[in-house]
Every structure is written in structure tokens, then in C-alpha cells.
């Protein structure tokens, strides 16, 4: 509004001076350059500081986190407790000559509770709290990043007075971004600054600081990491932050449903063991998704079949609307019901539910009854992996006469599943490391693992057919079919034997 009154006023008095006769021109090229120049500098950050403390949440909300919100992860919990002492018992700290904790660095998977365990460190030793992310520091223009980061420590301590604190911690998500080694990236110069930056600041912290500031990182990728900014004295500490195992499932599943009214017949136990490799995040939207589920089927109770209905949508994404033709959805049962049926033979009993319904990107999908969390492989494993990946195109190609795209992903997988195979020591090649191995080789050596595999598919196919094609007809009147159904109709164990 003042804007246009002030434009307004201006071309009146210009239009006002011309008719006296004042030649305007040259006061007229000299404030439109000093506008654009003003305009420059302020999309660069270099004319105003407000600019970039837009981009930054100093949260409130962080002060409602504590440490007994995250699920699981004790061990770095108890790390990081550990670690806190430092700053609590700064008198101590002080007196022995202790050098002062300044950086930690959590490294881990998306969605495993970084950042809540960043707003629970702030709440626990009583400090102000300000949240940024790698990406907010990087422009095409140098000097930028590092005027950002030298912003940010100020912030951090105005906050902290503000709020009448005599620490601040500071989260940095992403810190990969500004942190990366040195002299690789292609404008190097600006994000070796900014890192450079960071360290001075780092190094420029001191015990005697009227605000103590704590910088907290997260990174998933801590490889790439320049090896200066972890050096001690400076994110001197290394938590690991990864993906809950099946107590901390149950104990973040448990957080999540706090709220929730859960019926009788829902068991966290066993949706936790149904969940492996998911993350907290991924387990917060599955109670959330369950609760949904249970409104739209105007339940007052969230019941197991929600919750059931709910891992299928995290893990697969949304139920489509969209229902193929006919002769496709054809195809999808057949396929599905191969790698159904390689399954059981790989390891029997172990198919929960075969589905033709189209969720994410997927046509169909065969729902495995879950396992004991592992952390190793084995050889066998492996194998009977790969036979179930390659089951579905081998049953098109039976059955149908050919194979079809919807194979590709499965295929994808095999490979990869191959490779591990080669790469660890397991195939016929022997311990081998991958520098010396020719992509000729790798290539032949996976072939002759598929190859291997899709003898023993062919074998279980071929004397299955008649199961196939009749649980492809329940599945296309019925859309899926539960693993005790399907067994009923195989008769594994006589073929097994
Ligand atoms: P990260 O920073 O590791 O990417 P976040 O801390 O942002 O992950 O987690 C996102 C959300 O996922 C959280 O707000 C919380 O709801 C949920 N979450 C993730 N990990 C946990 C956990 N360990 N315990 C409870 N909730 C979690």
C-alpha cells in the first residue's frame, strides 16, 4: 500500500517539475541503477540480514520433546546422556581443563528420530533451540554460505538471551551438503567457505562464552563428510542413529497409539515384527494411517485389520482406483501367484496374502508373513531370494507364451541379489574384491547364478501349473487370497520331499 501512495506522489511531483521546465532525466537513470543495485545485493543476502533468517525455525514446539518420546534407540540415547554431562557439569568441566563438547554429529537414515533427539537434547540441558538444513547454505554466490553461517551463531545467541538461556543448540539437517569434502564440488570455492566457516566458528567457541553453544548434525551419508569437520574439538561425537529393531518398533509403536483408541484384537508385538526396516517416521504414518482407516469404516476402535490395511499403504502406497483390463489383471494374478508359489517352496508357510490390487506403482504384490529381524544373509537365503524375484516372468512366459515390463523391477532385484552373492565371497569366483573384476565377468557370473535359479522355477512351475491357473481365477473374482487358501491348494511337502 505505501508502495503504490509512494509511486504515486513520486510521478506527480516528476510530472509537476517537467511542466517547470527541470531537465530530470539524469536523476532519474541515477535512482532506477541505485534500485537495481539494491535489488541485487538483496537477493544475495548481502544487502540484508533478514533474508536468510526466514529459512530458519527457532522451534517452540522443541521444547515439548524429551528423550522419553523416542522409541527405541537406547543406545544412542545413553550416548548422547553421556555426552550431555559435559555441558551440565560445566563447573567441573571447567576446573579439570576438560575440553568442552561443541559438536555431535547423528548419522542415520531418514526418519529414525534425528531431529527429535536434537529438540530432546535442547529441552534436557535447558537451551534455546534453532533448526537448519545443509541446503539453506548453498548459493551460486560466493561469500554467501559463510555471511549464513556467522548469521546463524548470532541468531543462535540472540535467541538464547532472548529467551533468557545460557546455552543454544544448533541443529544442522543435511549437513553432508555444506560439509562435503573439500575441492569436490563444482563451485567449490563457495561451499569450502561455508565450511570453512563453520570450523572458524567451531574453533572460535569457547568455554567462557557468555552463551554456550551446541551444534548438532545429522547426516545419512557421514562417508562424505570432510574429515576436518570431525576432527576433535569439534563434532568430536558419533552417534549412530539406525533403523529400530523389533523391541524399538513396539516401543515407538506404542508412543504413537498412546493416543489412539486401540481394540482388543490389535497387537503391537506382532505389527512390530510385520514391520521390519521400517522407521519411526514410517511407523508414526502407520498409526496415523490406521486411525484413518478405522474412521472411513466408521469404527470407533482402530482394529487389526486397519493396522493390517495401513502397513500394506506405507509399504506399497495408496490403493488406485485404477483397475486394469482385463487380460493385464490376468497377467498380474499369474505373475503374482508365481512368486507365491516359489515362495512356499522356498520357504513354506511363509506367504501371508496374494494381492492383484493396484497400489503405488505396483499391479499386485504377494505379502510375505514377517521373519525374526536378521542381519546376515545366507548363501541359501539368497538364492531362494532370486528364485522368487524371477518367478512371476517365468510364470507369464509359462503360462501366457511371453513375458511382459512388469518384470523389470523384479529383475532389477535379482541382479542386485546376485551381486551380493559375487560380492561376498559366495559364487564360484571366490573371495573376490570388485576392483579387479571386469563388468565382463560380473555380468557372466550373475547370469550363471540366474540361470542356476530359473532351473529349479521352471521345475516348480511346470508342475503347478493347474494351481496356478485356478488361484489365478479366485484372484481375479476375489482380487486377493490368504496364504492358508493357497497352501491348502499345493501339495508341497510330497514334492519337497
Ligand atoms: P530424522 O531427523 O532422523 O529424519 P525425525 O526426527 O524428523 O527423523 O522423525 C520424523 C518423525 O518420525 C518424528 O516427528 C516422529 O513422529 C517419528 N519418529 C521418528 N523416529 C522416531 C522414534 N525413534 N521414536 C518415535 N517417533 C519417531
Redo the contacts with the bound molecule.
Keep these: 500500500m505505501v508502495k503504490e501512495i509512494s509511486l504515486g506522489i513520486g510521478i506527480a511531483v516528476v510530472i509537476f517539475l517537467a511542466f517547470q521546465g527541470i531537465n530530470l532525466v539524469p536523476t532519474l537513470v541515477l535512482i532506477g541503477v541505485g534500485y537495481f543495485l539494491f535489488n541485487l545485493f538483496k537477493k544475495q543476502g548481502l544487502g540484508s540480514s533478514n533474508n536468510f533468517n526466514t529459512h530458519q525455525k527457532s522451534n517452540k514446539e522443541a521444547a515439548d520433546v524429551t528423550f522419553e ?5 537406547e543406545t544412542a540415547k545413553n550416548e548422547i546422556l553421556e555426552a550431555l554431562e559435559f555441558v551440565r557439569d560445566i563447573d567441573d568441566v571447567k576446573s579439570l581443563g576438560i575440553r568442552p563438547l561443541k559438536g555431535i554429529m ?1 548419522s ?11 529438540k530432546a537434547v535442547a529441552r534436557h540441558i535447558d537451551s534455546a533451540f534453532i533448526s537448519t538444513s545443509g541446503s539453506e547454505f548453498v548459493e551460486m554466490y560466493a561469500g554467501v554460505g559463510a555471511k549464513r553461517v556467522r548469521e546463524l551463531f548470532e541468531k543462535a545467541k540472540d535467541l538464547a538471551r532472548k529467551e533468557d538461556k545460557t546455552n543454544a543448540v544448533i541443529f544442522i ?1 543435511e549437513i553432508e551438503i555444506l560439509g562435503g569434502k573439500r575441492g569436490q564440488n563444482s563451485s567449490h570455492l563457495e561451499y569450502d567457505q561455508t565450511l570453512n566457516q563453520l570450523l572458524v566458528e567451531l574453533d572460535g567457541m569457547s568455554i567462557d562464552d557468555e552463551i554456550n553453544i551446541l551444534v548438532i548434525g ?1 547426516t545419512n551419508r557421514i562417508d562424505i563428510l570432510d574429515k576436518a569437520i570431525l576432527r576433535p574439538g569439534r563434532f568430536d561425537r558419533i552417534v549412530k ?1 539406525d533403523l ?1 529393531d523389533k523391541e ?1 518398533r513396539h ?2 509403536l506404542e ?2 497409539t498412546q493416543n489412539k483408541p486401540l481394540a482388543e484384537d490389535v497387537d503391537l508385538e506382532q505389527i512390530a515384527k510385520e514391520t521390519f526396516r521400517f ?3 514410517q ?3 502407520l498409526a496415523n494411517e490406521a486411525a484413518i482407516m478405522a474412521m472411513r469404516d466408521d469404527s470407533k476402535e482402530i482394529r487389526s485389520e486397519h493396522f493390517k490395511e495401513a502397513i500394506d499403504k506405507v509399504m506399497m502406497g495408496e490403493k488406485l482406483n485404477r483397475r486394469p483390463q482385463e487380460e493385464e489383471l490376468k497377467r498380474v494374478a499369474y505373475h503374482e501367484t508365481g512368486h507365491a508359489l516359489v515362495a512356499e517352496f522356498v520357504k513354506p508357510g511363509s506367504v501371508s496374502t496374494i494381492n492383484i490390487t493396484s497400489r503405488g506403482k505396483a499391479l499386485g504384490y504377494v505379502r510375505h508373513n514377517p521373519e525374526d529381524d536378521h542381519y546376515l544373509q545366507t548363501l541359501d537365503y539368497i538364492r531362494g531370494q532370486i528364485a522368487v524375484c524371477i518367478a512371476g516372468a517365468i510364470t507369464e512366459e509359462k503360462i501366457l507364451g511371453n513375458r511382459s515390463t512388469g518384470a523389470t523391477n523384479d529383475f532389477k532385484k535379482a541382479t542386485e541379489l546376485a551381486k551380493k552373492i559375487i560380492f561376498g565371497g559366495m559364487s564360484e569366483l571366490g573371495v573376490v574384491s570388485k576392483e579387479h573384476l571386469t563388468s565382463d565377468k560380473i555380468h557372466k557370473e550373475i547370469n550363471k547364478i540366474i540361470t542356476a535359479e530359473e532351473k529349479r522355477v521352471n521345475k516348480w512351475i511346470d508342475s503347478n501349473q493347474e494351481v496356478i491357473l485356478e488361484v489365478g481365477e479366485i484372484l481375479l473374482e476375489e482380487e486377493s487370497i490368504r496364504g492358508e487358501e493357497f497352501r491348502k491348494k499345493l501339495k508341497i511337502e510330497s514334492e519337497i520331499a
Design positions: 518420546d523416542i522409541g527405541g534407540q547423528l542415520g537414515p531418514p526418519g529414525t528420530g534425528k531431529t527429535l533427539m536434537a539437517d545429522a542413529v529400530p524399538g516401543n515407538i508412543i504413537h522407521s519411526g517416521a511407523l508414526e504414518s
